[in-house]
């Protein structure tokens, strides 16, 4: 069953979501050639403990890190390490925060020092996917609709957009009902209400969308080593539409 959030745990989510987005920009600023994804991962925690929140994602099926730091073939959950980034990189910084009893979730990619225009133009149309998904969120739409958007404008842009992986509901747990598909059929799955909380979540590959397990059997990546790119935010859907939780105003 999907939740329906009140007026106080919206607005406590929030607050959450302001603080995660203020976080993952203080990251942002961090990521550059020469710095190690698990440098990035102490300050991700350091800054969530200091907001007075607790990771989301540490302990969360076992997971061993507070950040998901995916680079290049790695699509999502890959878990922080000694790896340097280098020059060419692009790398996926995924965070969730669970404050005053409510987690939510947010992603993006960004590039390492300077990069082929081809990987920018992925990073510009997962972007803009996920910017066309939320503008689809409104009560009386379906989760169909969404998929069937982003899906669509993908493929028209040359890319694919991964099947096995989906974005979800998100409140008390970290995970909540529905499953979010980025592909589907307009009109189809269940209908938006207002109060829902989910997060969106593209994933968009320049070649082939299939998946496989990663090394450190937390992370999936491309089949065929092929880039990927990440974006995410959490919303609230309103009486009109929807309002992005995890944005900075």
């Known amino acids: 069953m999907i939740s329906i959030k009140t007026p106080e745990e919206i607005k406590i989510m929030a607050e959450g979501g302001k603080i995660l987005a203020k976080i993952i920009k203080e990251l942002e600023k961090k990521v550059k050639p020469g710095i190690t994804t698990k440098e990035l991962d102490r300050v991700a925690e350091t800054l969530i403990l200091k907001s007075g929140g607790k990771p989301s994602f540490r302990g969360y099926e076992g997971y061993p890190a507070t950040l998901c730091t995916s680079i ?36 993006i990619t960004l590039a ?26 409104r009560p009386g739409n379906t989760f169909g609709d969404i998929g069937n958007t982003i899906q669509r404008y993908v493929e028209d842009q040359g890319f694919n957009v991964v099947r096995e992986l989906c974005g979800h509901g998100i409140g008390k747990e970290l995970h909540e009902e529905p499953q979010i598909l980025n592909y589907g059929k307009r009109h189809s799955g269940q209908e938006i209400k207002e109060g829902m909380t989910f997060c969106l979540e593209p994933m968009v590959t320049v070649g082939d969308y299939r998946v496989k397990k990663g090394k450190d059997n937390y992370s999936y990546e491309t089949k065929d080593g092929s880039l990927s790119c990440h974006f995410e935010h959490t919303v609230v859907v309103t009486k009109d539409g929807c309002e992005v939780l995890t944005e900075l105003k």
């Open 112 to 137: 390492v020092g300077k990069i082929f225009p081809e990987t920018q133009r992925l990073i510009r149309v997962t972007k803009k996917a996920l910017k066309r998904g939320i503008k689809k969120v």
């Open 72 to 107: 290049n073939e790695e699509i999502v959950h890959a878990v922080p390490s000694d790896r340097v980034l280098k020059e060419g990189d692009i790398i996926s910084l995924d965070l969730g925060i669970f404050f005053k009893g409510f987690h939510t979730d947010m992603a």
